[in-house]
């Protein structure tokens, strides 16, 4: 997601204009972004997962000499989070540096948030550039609309 691109002008959101618990979210994402263990492609992502009790889980993406066991900043923090028995979501915040881009969930992920979303209750997703002024704004539903459901 280009930064600049009239697509994000809607969701683009100034950080300062978002309530102190999204400030403290995209704070955390931040945070988590630097525990990343990224060796291979010094690509670090972070994320900062909101409960629905209002308890956060953070999470940073590890990287593998094997590629394909790599997991994803957003994953850990799911993933940390049913691991202590929570398993409803309202708000996701992604901090990552692409150039000039935000930098969206991958289609791995986009699936595991559906996964745990209520299409009712659409979970937000903030995506952040740190040290930036402004979060893109999205949800589950909009990043993932066709998503898998096993009947």
């Known amino acids: 997601m280009d930064s600049t691109s009239t697509e994000n002008t809607n969701r683009l ?3 300062n204009e978002l309530n102190s618990e999204d400030q403290l979210l995209i704070s955390m994402c931040s945070l988590a972004r630097e525990k990343a263990y990224v060796p291979y492609s010094n690509f670090k992502v972070g994320a900062a997962l909101r409960c629905d009790d ?3 889980f953070s999470g940073c993406n590890v990287e593998n000499a094997s590629y394909g066991l790599a997991i994803c900043a ?4 799911i993933v940390k989070a049913v691991s ?8 996701i ?5 692409n150039k000039n881009q935000f ?3 991958c289609g791995a992920c986009r699936q595991v948030l559906s996964e745990f979303n209520n299409p009712n209750n659409d979970m937000i997703v903030y995506l952040y550039q740190p040290e930036g ?7 589950v539903s909009e990043l993932l609309p066709l998503d898998f ?3």
């Open 74 to 77: 957003e994953r850990t923090a």
């Open 93 to 97: 915040a992604i901090a990552g540096l």
């Open 133 to 139: 002024t402004n979060v893109v704004m999205t949800s």
């Open 149 to 151: 459901k096993f009947n």
């Open 13 to 15: 959101k100034p950080l």
């Open 84 to 91: 202590e028995g929570k398993t409803k979501f309202t708000t």
């Open 54 to 56: 209002g308890t956060i």
């Open 103 to 105: 930098v969206p969930p």
